[in-house]
């Protein structure tokens, strides 16, 4: 348990910051509650060893070098990290340990260093897992020749399974790639390191990575639900956030002593996957004392009442059973069923054992409901369907089920007992009552719900409520659940993007739909650029047929134009059909289409129809990898030529030969050509021989460059035989001024990507603001140590 400043700070790091977030532990209570590494990640050192070719200390970030950061962090009872890498640079291009493990091992040690985080780029691998067992054994040898106690944490992305070989070799291992603030980043990382439990246990911890919550990129819902299965997993818990700057709800999500508990149980057993199916997972942890944990995570974009069965976990056979929600506090009892109605995105967690007598302990009740999308207007609305179970040993009474609407909305239920009544902004709906609902009885009942012709799109939050009696005492009870309404609006006018447009529904055959890539598998953002008949593509959607994608139109749009056609990584021999559907009428159709043949362009009249569904179907025995490139729609009426949204400005695109690009840093090397072996815009691209540490390429320009009106810069990537590392810098100002994001994006051996940096992520100097008029150079890093090509460098 600790903290490392990368996902808040990037490179951003100093002596300053690690001492002031050691503070805030000790006056926070998160040193109290168990948190006690605190960690610096990249960009602590010079770019060059020193003459005695050892590492040294940024000096102006560590003026008293990391020994007097070690002293000050001990001297709190914390201990310190540090940062290495097991290749000839780091990932932001600072002396690597590959070749000197010995001196860097023995550097840290005399620094006093507690913990090593040991990265993988610029490894120089022949991608065996031989050579990873090799290089990260390297480095347990070296730390512990020191006589150091370090905790060894090996950074590898889960590239070569370390599950299977680095027990004995690091203390804890990434099972993934890097994590970011966002929902879908979570939910990938959840679904690729829960099934690895077998391989985890007291000194061997599967890393899903550090956390995220506090960053600002996701709701309560979804940290709590990043927190808690991190918790189950048995996953180090390592603050990613600038804690200085903490609300009191990051502070308490990240110091909920009874999760915590959970993670650091002195059993050491990662929770196993009970169920998982359709994005609701349940997961059993055993406790020392003979207590389990039990989480009922919903990873979808709905309510859901999530249920096991008491028998098909580690639980004994019992009478009844005692719940605690770990988030809420309450104390409740099942007999034989845990369940719960669990928020979109959300997790329960039960910390629960037998339960002897539960007439004194209230029942669990769980609330569900569904409700689909609601279209605005007199001729739209939507029908909410809830449930009430009762889980409880024993019946409850006088039950009475209502729902709160928002301001303006109605609810009708189909019998009213109650009238009306209005509170908080929204109107409250009494409707349905059951003088008794028997242990594992549901009543269910629905509801009409009326929207106002003038509500925006967007998600507005619907609860429902069961309010009823219980034991013998008949004492007064609630549970409420949330559900999540969904309304949309027609498009507005104009020529756009289809994968810039929300769908309204997505069922695919392997993970999810893919924006602006292919559908590479199961996971989310596991896919290359879209590529057609060779023709490399940066707009469209990836999909696995079958697929159906939905679009709520409202009959304002008239046209949808597409390129159709399975992608070049689909297996030989595949065939598929793609279909436009306007409404219920077949507006366009490719045939059936085979693998490396050019797309079909498919053009699609959609005139006064309120749906649009794009569907494919496999023609193999198999799914096949389909995609929509390049799908415009167009509505309200605009010309053929208008601009398509949103509107890309080319800098960059390499057609006339290498657009004066040349390389920041000179002594690493590097070289640039033109070349026509990838390109995304127009016939060529840029072919770049790249160091083995990395190099900046790009150029500076004879007169600044204005932006005004964008926010991100793009480039597109194709790796060659070892991946590459991408990000963007731009310099500003008379004084060429340097700035640049951090985020280092990853790009496997032979993939394609589109590397992206928002202006509102570039960090300038102290004293220099980003002016996106005044841009004086721009500038793009590669590290592959091989060939890599790029092109269409743009703003948008």
Same mark, same amino acid.
């Given at each position: 348990m600790g903290f490392n400043n990368w996902n808040a700070f990037g490179c951003d790091v100093n002596a300053a910051l690690i001492k002031e977030t050691a503070d805030i532990f000790v006056s926070s209570g998160l040193k109290d509650a168990g948190y006690q590494y605190v960690n610096i990640d990249d960009c602590w050192s010079a770019r060059e060893r020193g003459a005695d070719g050892r590492l040294v200390p940024d000096p102006v970030k560590f003026p008293d070098g990391i020994k007097g950061v070690a002293d000050y962090i001990h001297a709190k009872g914390l201990k310190l990290?540090?940062?290495?890498?097991?290749?000839?640079?780091?990932?932001?291009?600072?002396?690597?340990?590959?070749?000197?493990?010995?001196v860097d091992a023995q550097t840290w040690a005399d620094w006093g260093v507690d913990y090593l985080k040991y990265d993988n780029c610029n490894n120089q691998s022949d991608g065996s897992q031989a050579d990873y067992v090799r290089r990260y054994t390297a480095m347990r040898a070296a730390i512990d020749a020191t006589g150091r106690s370090m905790v060894y944490s090996i950074c590898e992305w889960g590239t070569s399974q370390p599950w299977l070989w680095a027990e004995g070799i690091g203390d804890l291992w990434r099972t993934t790639g890097d994590i970011s603030d966002s929902w879908s980043s979570i939910r990938s990382i959840i679904r690729q390191n829960a099934p690895l439990a077998p391989y985890a246990g007291p000194g061997h911890w599967n890393d899903p990575d550090m956390l995220e919550v506090g960053n600002g990129g996701m709701s309560a819902t979804e940290y709590r639900s990043h927190m808690s299965m991190w918790a189950m997993m048995a996953a180090p818990l390592i603050i990613g956030t600038d804690l200085r700057q903490a609300s009191a709800q990051t502070l308490s999500i990240l110091g909920n002593r009874e999760v915590i508990a959970i993670d650091q149980d002195r059993l050491g057993v990662q929770a196993s996957v009970v169920s998982d199916s359709g994005g609701l997972m349940v997961l059993d942890k055993p406790l020392a004392g003979g207590d389990r944990a039990i989480a009922l995570y919903n990873s979808t974009d709905s309510l859901a009442v999530v249920s096991v069965a008491a028998g098909d976990t580690g639980l004994a056979r019992a009478g009844a059973y005692r719940l605690r929600d770990v988030w809420t506090g309450d104390t409740l009892q099942a007999r034989s069923t845990i369940s719960a109605g669990v928020p979109a995105h959300g997790t329960v967690v039960y910390r629960v054992r037998p339960l002897r007598d539960p007439s004194a302990t209230a029942p669990a009740v769980a609330v569900g409901a569904e409700l689909g999308t609601v279209v605005p207007g007199p001729a739209g609305g939507g029908t909410l369907t809830t449930t009430v179970t009762n889980r409880g040993a024993g019946a409850i009474h006088d039950l009475d089920v209502s729902?709160?609407?928002p301001a303006g909305w109605t609810a009708?239920?189909?019998?009213?007992?109650?009238?009306?009544?209005?509170?908080?902004?929204g109107a409250v709906v009494g409707g349905h009552r059951r003088e008794?609902?028997?242990?594992?009885?549901t009543l269910e009942t629905t509801w009409a719900i009326g929207v106002p012709a003038d509500t925006p799109a967007g998600r507005y939050p619907i609860t429902v409520t069961a309010a009823y009696r219980w034991g013998p005492r008949h004492r007064a009870a609630t549970t409420s659940?949330?559900?999540?309404?969904?309304v949309v609006n027609a498009p507005a006018d104009g020529r756009r993007h289809l994968s810039t447009l929300s769908p309204v529904t997505s069922v695919n055959a392997t993970g999810p739909v893919e924006l602006d890539q292919s559908n590479g598998g199961p996971l989310e953002n596991d896919g290359s650029l879209i590529t057609v008949g060779g023709a490399v593509h940066t707009r469209g959607l990836g999909t696995t047929a079958a697929s159906e994608i939905t679009y709520y139109l409202g009959g304002r749009c008239s046209k949808l134009v597409t390129d159709a056609g399975i992608d070049d990584t689909a297996g030989a021999g595949d065939t598929a059909t793609f279909s436009v559907y306007a409404d219920d009428t077949l507006a366009a159709t490719s045939g059936s289409v085979a693998t490396g043949q050019a797309a079909k362009t498919l053009t699609a009249d959609l005139t006064g129809a309120a749906w649009l569904r794009l569907v494919t179907t496999s023609g193999s025995a198999a799914a096949v990898r389909t995609d929509w490139a390049n799908p415009v729609l167009t509505c309200g009426g605009v010309p053929d030529d208008s601009p398509v949204l949103p509107q890309s400005q080319t800098l960059f695109s390499f057609e006339s030969g290498t657009d004066g690009f040349t390389i920041a840093n000179p002594g690493d090397?590097?070289? #640039?050509?033109?070349? =026509?072996?990838?390109?995304t815009d127009g016939a060529a691209g840029l072919k770049v021989a790249t160091p083995a540490g990395g190099n900046w390429f790009g150029r500076a320009l004879s007169a600044p460059l204005d932006l005004t009106g964008k926010t991100m810069l793009k480039f597109d990537v194709q790796a060659g035989d070892i991946g590459t590392v991408g990000e963007i810098a731009i310099q500003v100002g008379d004084a060429m001024s340097w700035c640049q994001g951090g985020f280092w994006a990853w790009t496997n051996p032979h993939s394609s990507r589109t590397i992206t940096e928002r202006f509102d992520q570039i960090s300038c100097p102290a004293g #220099?603001?980003?002016? =996106?008029?005044?841009?004086?150079a721009v500038w793009v890093f590669l590290n592959s140590g091989g060939e890599v090509y790029i092109d269409n460098l743009r703003a948008e």
């Amino acid at each position: 348990m600790g903290f490392n400043n990368w996902n808040a700070f990037g490179c951003d790091v100093n002596a300053a910051l690690i001492k002031e977030t050691a503070d805030i532990f000790v006056s926070s209570g998160l040193k109290d509650a168990g948190y006690q590494y605190v960690n610096i990640d990249d960009c602590w050192s010079a770019r060059e060893r020193g003459a005695d070719g050892r590492l040294v200390p940024d000096p102006v970030k560590f003026p008293d070098g990391i020994k007097g950061v070690a002293d000050y962090i001990h001297a709190k009872g914390l201990k310190l990290g540090i940062y290495g890498d097991a290749g000839t640079k780091t990932c932001a291009g600072y002396p690597g340990s590959l070749g000197h493990e010995e001196v860097d091992a023995q550097t840290w040690a005399d620094w006093g260093v507690d913990y090593l985080k040991y990265d993988n780029c610029n490894n120089q691998s022949d991608g065996s897992q031989a050579d990873y067992v090799r290089r990260y054994t390297a480095m347990r040898a070296a730390i512990d020749a020191t006589g150091r106690s370090m905790v060894y944490s090996i950074c590898e992305w889960g590239t070569s399974q370390p599950w299977l070989w680095a027990e004995g070799i690091g203390d804890l291992w990434r099972t993934t790639g890097d994590i970011s603030d966002s929902w879908s980043s979570i939910r990938s990382i959840i679904r690729q390191n829960a099934p690895l439990a077998p391989y985890a246990g007291p000194g061997h911890w599967n890393d899903p990575d550090m956390l995220e919550v506090g960053n600002g990129g996701m709701s309560a819902t979804e940290y709590r639900s990043h927190m808690s299965m991190w918790a189950m997993m048995a996953a180090p818990l390592i603050i990613g956030t600038d804690l200085r700057q903490a609300s009191a709800q990051t502070l308490s999500i990240l110091g909920n002593r009874e999760v915590i508990a959970i993670d650091q149980d002195r059993l050491g057993v990662q929770a196993s996957v009970v169920s998982d199916s359709g994005g609701l997972m349940v997961l059993d942890k055993p406790l020392a004392g003979g207590d389990r944990a039990i989480a009922l995570y919903n990873s979808t974009d709905s309510l859901a009442v999530v249920s096991v069965a008491a028998g098909d976990t580690g639980l004994a056979r019992a009478g009844a059973y005692r719940l605690r929600d770990v988030w809420t506090g309450d104390t409740l009892q099942a007999r034989s069923t845990i369940s719960a109605g669990v928020p979109a995105h959300g997790t329960v967690v039960y910390r629960v054992r037998p339960l002897r007598d539960p007439s004194a302990t209230a029942p669990a009740v769980a609330v569900g409901a569904e409700l689909g999308t609601v279209v605005p207007g007199p001729a739209g609305g939507g029908t909410l369907t809830t449930t009430v179970t009762n889980r409880g040993a024993g019946a409850i009474h006088d039950l009475d089920v209502s729902t709160k609407v928002p301001a303006g909305w109605t609810a009708t239920p189909t019998e009213i007992v109650t009238s009306a009544a209005t509170g908080g902004g929204g109107a409250v709906v009494g409707g349905h009552r059951r003088e008794r609902l028997a242990t594992d009885a549901t009543l269910e009942t629905t509801w009409a719900i009326g929207v106002p012709a003038d509500t925006p799109a967007g998600r507005y939050p619907i609860t429902v409520t069961a309010a009823y009696r219980w034991g013998p005492r008949h004492r007064a009870a609630t549970t409420s659940s949330e559900i999540v309404a969904v309304v949309v609006n027609a498009p507005a006018d104009g020529r756009r993007h289809l994968s810039t447009l929300s769908p309204v529904t997505s069922v695919n055959a392997t993970g999810p739909v893919e924006l602006d890539q292919s559908n590479g598998g199961p996971l989310e953002n596991d896919g290359s650029l879209i590529t057609v008949g060779g023709a490399v593509h940066t707009r469209g959607l990836g999909t696995t047929a079958a697929s159906e994608i939905t679009y709520y139109l409202g009959g304002r749009c008239s046209k949808l134009v597409t390129d159709a056609g399975i992608d070049d990584t689909a297996g030989a021999g595949d065939t598929a059909t793609f279909s436009v559907y306007a409404d219920d009428t077949l507006a366009a159709t490719s045939g059936s289409v085979a693998t490396g043949q050019a797309a079909k362009t498919l053009t699609a009249d959609l005139t006064g129809a309120a749906w649009l569904r794009l569907v494919t179907t496999s023609g193999s025995a198999a799914a096949v990898r389909t995609d929509w490139a390049n799908p415009v729609l167009t509505c309200g009426g605009v010309p053929d030529d208008s601009p398509v949204l949103p509107q890309s400005q080319t800098l960059f695109s390499f057609e006339s030969g290498t657009d004066g690009f040349t390389i920041a840093n000179p002594g690493d090397g590097g070289t #640039v050509a033109q070349s =026509p072996l990838f390109h995304t815009d127009g016939a060529a691209g840029l072919k770049v021989a790249t160091p083995a540490g990395g190099n900046w390429f790009g150029r500076a320009l004879s007169a600044p460059l204005d932006l005004t009106g964008k926010t991100m810069l793009k480039f597109d990537v194709q790796a060659g035989d070892i991946g590459t590392v991408g990000e963007i810098a731009i310099q500003v100002g008379d004084a060429m001024s340097w700035c640049q994001g951090g985020f280092w994006a990853w790009t496997n051996p032979h993939s394609s990507r589109t590397i992206t940096e928002r202006f509102d992520q570039i960090s300038c100097p102290a004293g #220099v603001t980003l002016d =996106p008029s005044a841009i004086r150079a721009v500038w793009v890093f590669l590290n592959s140590g091989g060939e890599v090509y790029i092109d269409n460098l743009r703003a948008e």
